[in-house]
């Protein structure tokens, strides 16, 4: 039963990913549908991770929200592609702005959403 909650969050997560890259296409070569559905993600795992450590849950909840959708809207083998695709084009600044912002950002986003709920914002 735990594969079918993790497929369900995983198809529901893919879906809310390619509907943000088709309302946020690429502008200028930079991948904003990626970049936002990456943080957007950081953020509700860090948001789903701090609600089951104060107030647990089923582990379907968990695996339907945390390891499904979060994982299905999150993708990091887009972002390691569009990276190649922009070091390929020659284009070394912004892919290590890319690079960076994804890093850097989703970490900033998985604090934001863990201790927006731990600390009761």
Do not use: D
């Amino acid at each position: 039963m735990h594969y079918l909650w993790i497929f369900l969050g995983g198809g529901l997560g893919s879906m809310a990913r390619f509907a943000l890259s088709q309302y946020l296409p690429p502008a200028q070569g930079w991948p904003w549908g990626t970049l936002a559905a990456n943080l957007a993600a950081c953020f509700l795992l860090g948001l789903f991770g701090a609600y089951f450590e104060q107030k647990g849950g089923p582990l379907a909840y968990k695996l339907l929200l945390a390891t499904g959708f979060c994982g299905g809207f999150s993708t990091f083998s887009t972002f390691g592609q569009e990276l190649f695709q922009l070091l390929r084009a020659q284009a070394h600044a912004m892919a290590l702005g890319y690079l960076l912002a994804s890093v850097i950002l989703g970490v900033l986003a998985m604090a934001v959403g863990y201790y927006s709920l731990a600390k009761g914002f």
